[in-house]
């Protein structure tokens, strides 16, 4: 079975600095992976996605991250977050054995930008 | 254009009541997915819908729940005999097919309180 860990669930960060917030996967089979974030009282919106191709995918707002199969990691990246960015972002993980696309989630990692 | 669709946005009913909640798609969107956001689960998959197929109903934790989709559009999941353990945020999505390539777009959620 699918499973992903986002071992933070709360990341501070003070305005314009860099940030990384970790996603890592555990599948026995080739994947597809995904970043969402939820503003509150919202849904889920999708950030970015890698199901093939080159690595490092990017979002349209300066998010970034890698796909690295050896270390089954799906990290995501901001070289400078702004107060908008505070929100709470989801990795998933899809294999597609089921015929469609199951996303297994991670429990969350909570943003905190301040001033 | 017109997002996903979910309501009621709060629903607050006591412990054995039924409940309804309703998902309106985009219009096109031949998949949909409903999943479940709770404080000890996090987001799990509950049920897929593709096109007139027989639905997926996998992720369903009991009997007591329910869902059907009528004429490929509107969705409601249903659940009997409510107990506490089933407030939770239940949210739902849709998207173009079921393929990898094909983002889930996502409601603002139906939040489900039982007293």
Known sequence: ?115 | GAGVSQSPSNKVTEKGKDVELRCDPISGHTALYWYRQSLGQGLEFLIYFQGNSAPDKSGLPSDRFSAERTGGSVSTLTIQRTQQEDSAVYLCASSLGGGDNQPQHFGDGTRLSIL
């Open chain 1, 1 to 115: 079975a699918q499973s992903v860990t986002q071992l933070d669930s709360q990341v501070p960060v003070f305005e314009e600095a860099p940030v990384e917030l970790r996603c890592n996967y555990s599948s026995s089979v080739s994947v597809y992976l995904f970043w969402y974030v939820q503003y509150p009282n919202q849904g889920l919106q999708l950030l970015l996605k890698y199901l093939s191709g080159s690595t490092l995918v990017e979002s349209i707002n300066g998010f970034e991250a890698e796909f690295n199969k050896s270390q089954t990691s799906f990290h995501l990246r901001k070289p400078s977050v702004h107060i908008s960015d505070t929100a709470e972002y989801f990795c998933a993980v899809s294999d597609f054995s089921t015929g469609f696309q199951k996303l297994v989630f991670g429990t969350g990692t909570r943003l905190l930008v301040s001033p």
